[in-house]
């Protein structure tokens, strides 16, 4: 009995099994006629069972079992019928597999393909809508500069317009109000007509001149402390623009100093910014923290508002819409 792995020579030759120093013979039974396959007969092995069978058993001709045996594992493969089947049957699976993996492989790449295009093009419309923030940012910037600027002119030019303005005026009345020139007149009107009445009447135009002077120097002096008013609530309106006042932002433990209070409510806020309301802000973005009101009038169950001042409006305006979404 042989398998038909080995070489023809030993086809006739049976398997021994050598146990504790002694040979002795092992019998296989034919998986179709339950007999033994001895040692004489012509069996075959079925590669993937491993189970034997007479050659007349599974039709296999003489020439074609002496072709079987001549030829080394890997070169001819013979399966019994229920193996055949089922290897058949395998390999439809794994060709229908192998399609699967391959559709799968092309879709993934597409896919791929697909995703890598997306991440491009939203890496491009990022870095346009980066630099259009930036080229808003630096025109706000701008803006603001130019309009202080402009601001800070104007209040030179309304300064220098008034002060000439109280030039002009005092120059009037000192050629007005020239005593000299007074006299003069008053002696000439004197010598002209001695009455009394001429005389009163010249003091009564000069009085009212006199009188007019001092109106148009208080619409002077009018003029000018509207002008400082406004000066100084647009400059108050400059400063609050960047402002915010936060409120029922709770105290922190009024038995720490004043230092640890500062600390604990600038670190509150900072969380409140960066992690609740997504704007990125710094430290370094804050340029006046305070709370509004003294501790010691504080009622129970009540906080303080909190004052923050930042260093441009755009980070104000970020904060304000990140409330507002």
């Not at 013979?25 to 007969?41: N, T």
């Not at 019994?80 to 439809?92: A, G, P």
């Not at 002096?221 to 932002?249: A, F, M």
Request: glycine share 4%; net charge neutral.
């Amino acid at each position: 009995m042989t398998s038909r792995k080995t070489s023809v020579s030993e086809v006739k030759k049976s398997q021994k099994i050598t146990t504790s120093g002694s040979s002795e013979s092992k019998s296989y039974e034919c998986e179709v006629c339950q007999s033994v396959v001895g040692s004489d007969d012509k069996g075959i092995e079925c590669e993937i069972c491993k189970q034997w069978f007479h050659i007349t058993c599974v039709d296999i001709k003489e020439y074609e079992y002496e072709v079987l045996a001549k030829h080394k594992i890997g070169t001819i493969h013979w399966y019994c019928d229920n193996c055949n089947i089922k290897s058949v049957q395998l390999l439809r699976l794994v060709f229908g597999l192998q399609d699967r993996l391959q559709k799968v492989e092309l879709d993934l790449g597409s896919l791929k393909n697909e995703t890598t295009a997306k991440m491009n093009k939203i890496e491009t419309n990022y870095e346009a809508v980066r630099d259009d923030l930036k080229s808003l940012s630096q025109k706000i910037d701008n803006g603001i500069k130019q309009c202080l600027d402009n601001f800070e002119d104007r209040a030179k030019t309304i300064q220098s317009e008034t002060r000439d303005e109280i030039n002009k005026i005092n120059r009037t009345m000192n050629t007005k109000i020239d005593r000299d020139y007074m006299e003069n007149a008053l002696t000439h009107h004197t010598a002209v007509l001695t009455e009394e009445t001429y005389a009163s009447k010249i003091k009564d135009e000069v009085d009212q001149h006199l009188n007019g002077m001092d109106s148009q120097i208080s619409r002077v002096n009018d003029k000018i402390d509207e002008v400082r008013r406004k000066t100084v609530v647009e400059q108050d309106r400059e400063n609050r623009i960047s402002n915010i006042i936060l409120y029922n932002v709770e105290e922190p433990q009024l038995t720490t100093n004043r230092d640890e209070r500062w600390k604990a409510d600038r670190e509150f806020c900072l969380e409140l910014f960066n992690k609740v309301l997504k704007v990125p802000i710094t430290d370094e973005d804050i340029t006046k923290f305070a709370r509004l009101g003294r501790v010691d009038s504080l009622q129970q169950g009540k906080s303080r508002p909190v004052l923050i001042k930042f260093r441009d409006r755009i980070l104000k305006n970020m904060v304000m819409e990140s409330v507002g979404n």
